[in-house]
């Protein structure tokens, strides 16, 4: 899969075959939309195109938006990679790209541009300014400029738009495995390690403290997880806790990651850590002492599940 940045620099000159969407998450319910796309592409002799945006549209129009999302971009660009996509184009989302009308989106992106001969869109696919258009303009369109329309129906979108209802709730509570069933695939954090407090190496229990620059980025709630990261070619299991180190009244959310069997600087390296199971809610203890015992229980629990 080639990834493009920005409509105007797509220049393959191969027709294609297009859907479009945000597909936070590109969970099971995206996959078969794509795998739709791909074998519609292969079938026709298309190149098969997803067309994304960034940011998300409701950032832009919507100031007061609190979205958070499922992936960050790059999570989203390396999960879409291994799907069998010709091309992935990431257009920037403006005010002024809102404001074309249905007719210059179609004719001049999708068709001029893009070389469209078929798009795959659900039913409910709203388009052009101040999303005016719906999936009957796009039809009679295509009947104009030569391009065919295949509507995902009402049973597939909503299956899609409650998967990824389901996937915030599912995180909100702390309910990895019912989120991941729903991805296809563990939910990751992805960030940078930098330097903390310190805590974790004076109870025994060294962490790597990850620092996620996209304030977008959905984060589980508050609690103890077990988790597992690729570092150089192997893998290593571990907990990790998100939350505010109570027992120390800790006054900064943070999120650190205590590996199993690595003795390793991370410091300043981009790690992603894939999230596996909740173990328990983040607790205030009355002492150092006890918090400790807990962190020693909590690794017997995680290895017997890592286990499973």
């Not at 702390?174 to 903390?196: C, E, F, R």
């Amino acid at each position: 899969m080639v990834t493009v940045q920005g409509i105007s620099k797509f220049k393959d000159t191969l027709p294609t075959a297009i859907t479009i969407g945000t597909f936070d998450g590109v969970h099971v319910g995206h996959r078969q939309i794509l795998e739709r796309l791909i074998n519609n592409a292969k079938q026709a002799n298309l190149n098969s195109v997803l067309v994304t945006f960034f940011p998300h549209p409701r950032m832009v129009l919507q100031k007061e938006s609190n979205i958070k999302l499922l992936n960050t971009l790059d999570e989203k660009i390396e999960i879409l990679q291994g799907l069998g996509l010709d091309y992935s184009i990431v257009h920037p989302f403006t005010k002024e790209f809102s404001r074309l009308s249905a007719i210059e989106f179609v004719r001049d992106i999708l068709v001029n541009q893009l070389k469209a001969k078929k798009i795959i869109i659900g039913y409910d696919h709203r388009f052009g300014r101040n999303r005016n258009a719906n999936i009957n303009d796009l039809i009679a369109f295509g009947n104009t400029l030569d391009f065919e329309v295949e509507e995902i129906s009402a049973q597939e979108v909503d299956e899609v738009s409650v998967s990824s209802t389901k996937i915030r709730t599912a995180l909100e509570q702390a309910d990895i495995v019912t989120a991941n069933s729903y991805l296809g695939y563990p939910y990751m954090l992805t960030g940078i390690v930098q330097k903390g407090k310190g805590l974790g190496r004076q109870l025994a229990f060294p962490t790597a403290n990850i620092k996620i620059k996209e304030s977008y980025k959905l984060i589980p709630k508050n609690g103890v997880y077990v988790v597992k990261s690729a570092i150089e070619g192997e893998t290593y299991y571990g907990m990790m806790n998100i939350g505010f180190n109570p027992t120390v009244e800790g006054k900064e959310k943070s999120i650190e990651v205590h590996f199993f069997d690595l003795n390793q600087d991370l410091y300043d390296k981009k790690l992603k850590v894939e999230l596996l199971h909740h173990l328990r809610d983040e607790h205030k203890f009355d002492s150092l002492e006890a918090l400790k015992a807990q962190l020693l229980k909590d690794k017997q629990t995680a290895l017997s599940l890592i286990k499973k």
